[in-house]
């Protein structure tokens, strides 16, 4: 198929951050006396923070603020960002069509953190457009913040493909109708 459109997700997929935002929700949980485990964070992959916390808070009847304590995770995570690292197969990706088709950031991270991330990086240039989870309404799994990157590129969602490294973003790609491409198998076939 020809492709008229790239559409990235940022952690995990564009930069390697799922190890750093796990240490700082260990830090929070530990504060704020909550249960966490590891193997659900990495299942909610692209979710805000905000809105795990309001999960975690009704399923354990939590009396916390979900606002309050989800910026105080992004800046315990902040505080780690100057370790970030590229996902190096991915962004090879993403500069071997730079020039070539336009391409979009679609995370669920928030402006800030996104941005700086790329800046970080070294690759904000690459990329048309950044959607963040502050700028649609449907979060991951609904496919909102794919269509959106789609409609800042000015690229029918069917013409794009989506790069992703979790379920749900998997699921958010093909519900907006693109090819869909799982960076853990993009992943095990360099390490293969």
């Known amino acids: 198929m020809n492709f008229a459109g790239l559409v990235f997700d940022c952690d995990g997929t564009l930069a ?9 929700w260990q830090v ?18 692209g979710v805000p923070s905000r809105e795990i916390l309001t999960m975690l ?16 995770k992004e800046e315990t995570y902040l ?11 991915v962004v090879e990706i993403a500069r071997a069509h730079e020039g070539l088709l336009p391409m979009a950031v ?3 991270g928030t402006r800030a953190i996104i941005h700086m991330v790329l800046e970080k990086l070294g690759i904000r240039h690459l990329f ?12 991951k799994p609904a496919p909102d913040i794919f269509l959106e990157a789609a409609r800042r590129l000015g690229v ?12 749900l973003g998997m699921q958010a790609i093909r519900a907006a109708g693109m090819d869909a491409v799982d960076v853990r198998d993009v992943l095990k076939l360099r390490k293969a």
């Not at 505080?79 to 197969?89: W, Y």
């Open 16 to 24: 390697d951050t799922m190890p750093l935002h796990w240490q700082a």
């Open 28 to 45: 929070i949980q530990r504060r704020h006396q909550f249960h966490f485990p590891e193997d659900r964070f990495y299942s909610l992959g």
């Open 57 to 72: 808070k009704a399923e354990q009847r939590l009396e916390i603020n979900p606002i309050a304590i989800a910026l105080e």
């Open 79 to 89: 505080a780690m960002a100057g370790q970030v690292e590229p996902v190096h197969a």
């Open 106 to 108: 679609a995370s669920g």
């Open 128 to 139: 048309q457009a950044v959607v963040t989870s502050e700028d649609v309404q449907n979060q």
């Open 156 to 167: 029918d969602p069917k013409r794009c493909r989506g790069y992703e490294d979790t379920d």
